[in-house]
């Protein structure tokens, strides 16, 4: 391209701007038209080969590229929060140990520190308590339901209406308590009292007897029986019922045991801990051991020994480091660039990483006008501190354009954008329309045909020898 032509390309492409869209430019030719041989002039660098390689230009052609825009944010990294965890007590108590100091990294189950707790000393006692309330009901349910099965059969044998007797013999084994003396007593009462009443008709029917004497004998009789039936329904009844409030006992007592159990769960005691509760010494009846939830690392310790603590405050801070969040400031007016499952690059210093956003608040800050976008960005090797602020680039968009070239490629000549093209005179500029940028490739409204040879590096070194070709014609 010579200089005239340069410089009439430079006046059809201001043209355009200043008419705007849809009016053609003054010149009837398009602007990658050729015009007439007019003799070289001061826009055209003449280099061999081996010249430009020595210099580092490289020469390319003029293709399309994917064109990423992005934002620059202020971002600050900060602890996950979904793995950071608040460590207090289940139970208030006075420190009297502590095995963790901010700095430690602890495992999941691993000792803290331990706490003399008179609430939990007192949640042990009510279960060993209730567990010998509990054994004292078990023992009381097997003796009632011996006595029950003994009384059974007792009752049966005395429907047979065994004699005397047989009645002692075969009632010896049978333990009720004190009710076999009494139904015991009452059967052979009736017993004896059917006894002489037999004795006093046989007189009477041999005029051997007054019939006062048989009545007498008749009367003892009738309230021997009605004393037997007494005896013997009250038994009958209250073996079973007693049997009845001996299991409710019971499970009144397992009731008792099950709450107390809860109870020390809830204070964060475990299984294998409440079991050996019995067999613990009375020193460490109220001793509470304080244990790391989850692995990680300690942030914050807020207890010494000899302090109090309660269950409402915090003894330990611990967080996952092995993920950190990036908290980024969106300004408002960036608000619609920016959405959930875009691409994010965190740098500082030599430390670059990359993500996802996967949250963006739905309150704007009254005070900075901002919302937060957030990062999860990976930490296992612990180069991200939560606390340092960092910048964000952001990606906006992600475009294949069908013309693009490197950022260095683009100068500034004699006040338009240009590309340096190749031809069979020279390096000459090519004045360009800019479009979309990102941080390596520019994209190309207008400029050379797509294919054309166009200077991508060290373009600045054409623009240096075109400024001193023009010097040296008095330009």
């Not at 000393?121 to 003994?150: C, F, H, M, P, W």
């Not at 041999?206 to 309230?223: C, F, I, K, P, V």
């Not at 006992?249 to 009731?255: D, I, K, N, W």
């Amino acid at each position: 391209m010579k200089a005239n032509q340069f410089r009439r390309v430079l006046s059809i492409i201001a043209a355009v701007a200043v008419g705007g869209c849809g009016s053609g430019p003054p010149d009837a030719h398009d602007d990658h038209d050729e015009p007439e041989e007019e003799g070289h002039g001061g826009d055209i660098v003449l280099l061999t080969g081996e010249q430009l390689a020595r210099a580092g230009v490289v020469i390319a052609p003029l293709a399309g590229g994917t064109v990423v825009t992005h934002l620059l944010l202020p971002g600050e990294i900060g602890f996950n929060m979904d793995n950071f965890v608040h460590v207090t007590p289940r139970a208030g108590g006075i420190v009297t140990e502590v095995h963790a100091f901010t700095g430690d990294e602890v495992q999941s189950g691993q000792l803290l520190a331990v706490l003399d707790s008179p609430a939990l000393g007192e949640a042990k006692i009510g279960y060993l308590t209730a567990v010998r309330e509990l054994s004292q009901a078990q023992a009381d349910v097997e003796r009632q339901r011996t006595i029950s099965a003994n009384t059974e059969a007792l009752l049966a044998l005395l429907k047979t209406d065994p004699s005397l007797e047989s009645l002692q013999i075969k009632a010896a084994k049978l333990r009720i308590g004190q009710d076999k003396g009494r139904l015991i007593s009452a059967y052979a009462k009736r017993h004896a009292a059917e006894a002489n009443y037999q004795r006093e008709q046989s007189l009477r029917e041999q005029n051997l007897g007054t019939q006062a004497d048989l009545l007498s004998a008749q009367e003892t009789y009738n309230s021997g029986i009605a004393e037997y039936l007494s005896v013997f329904e009250d038994i009958d009844f209250r073996f079973s019922a007693d049997l009845m409030q001996a299991e409710q006992g019971l499970r009144v007592a397992e009731s008792s045991v099950s709450n107390a159990n809860r109870r020390l769960h809830i204070l964060g005691m475990l299984r294998e801990q409440i079991d050996a509760i019995e067999s613990e010494a009375d020193t460490a009846i109220a001793r509470y051991e304080l244990h790391a939830p989850v692995t990680g690392r300690i942030v914050m310790k807020h207890l010494s020994v000899g302090e109090r603590i309660t269950e409402e405050e915090s003894a330990y801070s611990i967080a996952d480091l092995s993920t950190v969040w990036l908290n980024v400031s969106v300004y408002a007016k960036y608000f619609r660039q920016i959405s959930e499952g875009q691409t994010a690059m965190v740098v500082a210093d030599d430390r670059k990483a990359s993500g996802r956003i996967s949250y963006m608040s739905s309150a704007v800050s009254e005070a900075t006008r901002t919302i937060i976008a957030r990062i999860v960005l990976d930490n296992t090797d612990r180069l991200w501190r939560p606390g340092e602020f960092v910048t964000v680039r952001l990606e906006t968009a992600n475009e294949v354009v069908p013309r693009a070239v490197p950022v260095g490629a683009v100068q500034i000549y004699e006040g338009h954008d240009v590309v340096f093209v190749q031809d069979e005179d020279g390096i000459e500029p090519y004045p360009v329309e800019l479009g979309r940028r990102s941080h390596d490739l520019i994209e190309l409204l207008k400029g050379p045909p797509v294919g054309t040879p166009i200077v991508v590096r060290n373009s600045f070194l054409i623009k240096a020898e075109l400024g001193k070709s023009a010097a040296g014609h008095g330009h």
